[in-house]
């Protein structure tokens, strides 16, 4: 970054006219400067004052092209732009009503496909405002989290390891700080950061240790920060400029849609060619009989498909977020429909993340603790006594245990402010049980930020936490609490009667042997351990070494009653749980083992044990193991690969910033959306707003139904296409007159293809979804049986078209009365073609007529347009239709039913006979 670029700021002094950068100046200064008490931060009046200022904290995009453009590229495509012309060419050759009523079915096209690519947006924007990036700030006093946009400079910020850096920021006060700041400046490894006042000149302009900027990450480390620059003025802002509007992506479905739609029109323009021949060596007028042709193709290509699809994924993911199941890439949700193993972390997702501290192990004494919840109270009662509960204080060793529970915590326990009287935690329920349990013991970590010097925070590969704690003359304390058996190889002594005693390695095993008791009791087991330091500013008072250990504590955490049916679901949907989690193996068996996820003969598998296997060993051991347990972020992708080399479509949870390889590495990546870090959610597929496991079944079977009911409606819209194709390559075969002109035609794809295409992609999902196997996910839209049932089906219409004008021509009539009652037939059977494809394989009794709301009052208003074009004399005069005689209604109807009974007659025997046909998912 050049010099004159850092040297811009947006900072001026009120007695200077030379720009003052917000790295430079000493924190008391910059925060006068700024107006921000930074105990309390920003009060709400000030912070409207300062965004209706500077603005919105965003980056602002390139102006989408305006409507009237998006208006006009419905009409881009070459087959309609051959029609319009076509069409005007016989207005000026004096057919003005068959020209204005094409002229108008074309730009009525035009309009719905416009209305619905603007819903399919306006549908995705929202979901993108769903899944904007939050920051954790303080204002008036209390730390929230609020959309990022809305930060304004002088906002305090409160950053850890995963955050996305949501703004230009001076550090406060930092721990262990490093940022990735490879987008702004390409550098590869993550740069230490630091808020201490005292750096040298030379690092503070040069390097900038104590600033943060918008778009990096907290690589490791915990941060509080001043906002200085928000939206534009941020050093990304000034270097990006406006950004240009990224067009999305189509995704593979849509690929391979379009790839459909290509060879359609291939096949389409030979069949209607060979139309147009035909009729043209039997003596047909050219202009006609190209009009006629041309009006096929537009009606037999799926062009709207694209949009009609967009706009039902677009549903279908709102349909997901009601779910607590928010998508961020849209060819997630085909891949939610192929998933058949399912990865997922314990804490929070299989279990309710609701800690209760119900023992505790020290050196001299194993207590239970009672009380339930986050309410602190409750007492202490030695397990080896009568039960009554005893006086912490004179317990010497207790209470240093709780003491490390209380100050190695960055949790708070507060009443709900609504005064209903109950108890919440800010921050880690894990840390808020612990606080609870300190509270128990009347010990409380006051005024932490003023005390704590140093922290190091947890990760999962250390699987431990400590903070260094001023003490009195220049001394302090490290209070250290992880994973039991990370702190005993910490540790040289242990807390016994108030004395720190030599750890033996007989003693070692007897503090193993008991965490590995309560595990199998289902509790989460921590170690607690402490140092005390002389000088609290010499470099090993920041060392965890030389701990002595102070004692166990065992918390409970329930499954959650829902993950066990969701385990069940998956179950019999052939999909396999797996739990992932950090806990001890004992543990997570056990509740493994209530959930259902393991089963007799399965397994858990440690990362000490998983580091042992190679990746082929593992890969063949794999679907033996129901548990990873005391597992890192490498294992977790190690088992996503063991588990795709087996040719296994995974699904993984993660919620930490190291869990981002894991998740990209999976077929569907999924971010915890409470515990989880901005970067974790950015490498994510999906988001779970509720953290809950049976969210992921409830997107699985989501995800199983949009992709279903986008089969469907192309199931719908392919077969009528093809019935069109098909009567009129039979007329012309036969030396028919038309049975269809060009306007009705196009009026009878406007009418059937529209509302009912898209009611069908609003069928609900079927009963027995979660009861078949997983689709293969190489599995093409429109398999070899389903183009096999889209032709057949297509031909029964087309015979009901057929049969309809030759009931009618071959007595007599006018041709124009044949194709009045063809013209019918086909529209109405059509119509009502569209209750047979609500699903494969169950017939509209079992389904329910009303079950589909939406599909009703499509026909109903489908029809009603088909009836108005019939039997209305001003509209019939447009599509050239004379009147039909009341017989021949009683006639016209029932035939228009034959195609749908049909194939719920062969339905409804199938499922009789048991019968052996492939159904509609073979090849």
């Given at each position: ?10 900072w ?98 035009g ?19 769903l ?21 304004v ?14 703004a ?10 490093r ?25 503070v ?19 509080d ?59 047909g ?22 949009a ?6 677009a ?7 009601g ?9 997630a949700?085909?891949t ?18 609701e ?9 001299s004494?194993?207590?239970?603790v ?9 007492g ?5 006594g ?69 922290e ?10 400590s ?25 040289r ?23 590995e008791?309560?595990?199998a009791?289902a509790?989460r ?97 794999v ?29 993984m ?39 809950n ?22 199931h ?35 009418v ?18 979660m ?38 021509y071959?007595h ?36 329910g ?9 499509a ?7 088909q ?33 749908a009974t ?20 073979a090849?």
């Open positions: 970054m050049s010099r004159a670029t850092r040297e811009e700021s947006p001026i002094e009120p007695d200077s006219s030379r720009p003052i950068a917000p790295h430079a100046e000493p924190t008391d200064v910059l925060l006068a400067r700024l107006g921000v008490d930074p105990d309390r931060g920003l009060a709400a009046a000030e912070v409207q004052s300062r965004l209706a200022t500077f603005g919105p904290n965003e980056l602002r995009e390139a102006p989408p092209p305006p409507a009237w453009r998006r208006f006009l590229a419905q009409f881009a495509e070459p087959l309609v732009a051959i029609l319009l012309v076509a069409a005007i060419v016989s207005g000026a050759l004096g057919d003005l009503v068959d020209t204005v009523a094409i002229l108008a079915i074309v730009v009525l096209n309009v719905i496909g416009f209305v619905q690519e603007e819903r399919a947006e306006r549908a995705l924007a929202s979901l993108r405002r899944s904007a990036p939050l920051a954790k700030v303080l204002r008036n006093g209390t730390l929230g989290s609020i959309p990022a946009r809305e930060l400079p002088g906002d305090r910020i409160v950053l850890e390891a995963g955050d996305r850096v949501p230009d920021a001076r550090l406060l006060r930092s721990f262990a700080l940022a990735e700041e490879a987008s702004l400046t390409g550098e590869s490894v993550p740069v230490e950061k630091d808020a201490d006042d005292d750096l040298d000149l030379e690092t302009l040069g390097d900038r240790a104590n600033m943060l900027y918008m778009g990096t990450a907290i690589a490791s480390g915990k941060a920060a001043l906002v200085v620059a928000t939206g534009m003025e941020t050093e990304l802002g000034k270097i990006a400029g406006l950004l240009a509007r990224a067009d999305r992506e189509p995704t593979p479905l849509q690929r391979r849609l379009d790839e459909l739609g290509k060879a359609l029109i291939g096949v389409i323009l030979v069949i209607v060619a060979l139309i147009l021949a035909l009729r043209l060596i039997r003596g007028a050219f202009l006609e009989s190209f009009l006629l042709s041309v009006s096929l193709a537009v009606a037999a290509v799926p062009e709207g498909l694209p009609v699809v967009t706009l039902v994924l549903m279908g993911l709102q349909r997901l977020v779910r607590n199941a928010l998508v961020r890439k849209l060819p949700v085909e939610l429909g192929s998933v058949t193993v399912i990865c997922s972390d314990k804490t929070g997702t299989l279990t309710r993340n800690m209760t501290v119900r023992e505790v192990v020290t050196g004494a194993h207590y239970h009672s009380g339930a919840g986050y309410e602190p109270t409750g202490f009662h030695p397990k080896d009568d039960g009554s509960p005893i006086d912490p204080r004179d317990r010497p060793d207790l209470i240093r245990a709780m003491r490390i529970a209380a100050w190695c915590n960055a949790a708070q326990v507060t009443r709900h402010s609504s005064g209903e009287g109950g108890w919440k935690v800010i921050g880690d329920p894990t840390e808020g049980a612990l606080v609870v349990a300190a509270r128990k013991a009347e010990i409380e970590a006051r005024d932490r930020d003023d005390h704590v010097l140093h190091i925070p947890f990760d999962s590969e250390r699987r431990a936490m903070v260094l704690v001023r003490g009195p003359a220049g001394s302090a304390t490290m209070y250290t609490k992880g994973a039991p058996e990370v702190i005993l190889e910490k540790c002594h242990e807390w016994r009667h108030g004395q720190a005693d030599p750890l033996s390695p007989e003693r070692r095993a007897e503090i193993r042997a008991m965490a008791a309560m595990a009791q509790l087991v921590l170690g607690l351990a402490e140092r005390h330091h002389p000088d609290a500013d010499h470099e090993s008072a920041r060392r965890e070494e030389d701990l002595i250990f102070a004692g166990l504590v065992g918390m409970i955490d329930p499954p959650r009653d829902e993950a066990r049916v969701a385990v069940g679901l998956c179950r019999g949907a052939g999909i396999r749980p797996v739990m992932i989690t950090g806990d001890h193996p004992i543990t997570a068996l056990a509740i493994a083992r209530e959930l259902g996820i393991a089963r007799p003969g399965d397994r858990a598998l440690s990362g000490r044990e998983l580091d042992g296997l190679a990746d082929a060993e593992l890969a063949s051991a679907d033996q193991v129901a548990v990873f347990a005391r597992v890192s972020a490498e294992h977790k992708l190690r088992v996503v690969q063991a588990w795709k080399a087996r040719g296994q479509v995974v699904a949870t993660g919620d930490g910033v190291n869990d981002a390889p894991a998740l990209k590495a999976s077929d569907i990546g999924i971010a915890m959306g409470i515990a989880g870090t901005d970067v974790t959610r950015e490498a994510s597929d999906m988001v779970l707003t509720d953290d496991f049976a969210s992921i079944v409830s997107a699985v079977e989501e995800g199983r139904g949009i992709f279903a009911n986008i089969r469907k409606f192309i719908y819209l392919l077969a009528s296409n093809a019935s069109e194709v098909m009567l009129m390559l039979l007329a012309a075969l036969i030396g028919w007159p038309a049975p269809l002109s060009a306007v009705q035609l196009l009026w009878v794809n406007l059937t293809d529209g509302l009912p295409a898209l009611a069908l992609g609003m069928e609900p999902p079927e009963s027995d979804l009861d078949r196997p997983p689709r293969p996910p190489g599995e093409p839209v429109v398999t070899r049986w389903i183009g096999l049932m889209i032709l057949c089906q297509g031909a029964l219409m087309a015979a009901v078209g057929a049969s309809a004008f030759a009931a009618t071959q007599g009539e006018d041709p124009a009365q044949a194709r009045a009652v063809t013209f019918g037939a086909l529209a109405f059977a059509q119509l009502f073609f569209a209750f047979a494809c609500r699903s494969p394989s169950r017939t509209l009794p079992a389904l007529l009303f079950s589909n709301p939406y599909l009703c009052g026909i109903v208003a489908s029809a009603a347009l009836l108005s074009a019939m039997t209305i004399p001003p509209v019939r005069a447009i599509f050239d239709v004379p009147a039909v005689a009341p017989g021949r209604w009683l006639v016209l109807l029932p035939m228009a039913l034959l195609p049909i194939v719920e007659v062969i339905k409804l025997a199938r499922a009789r006979l048991g019968s052996g046909a492939p159904g509609p998912r090849r």
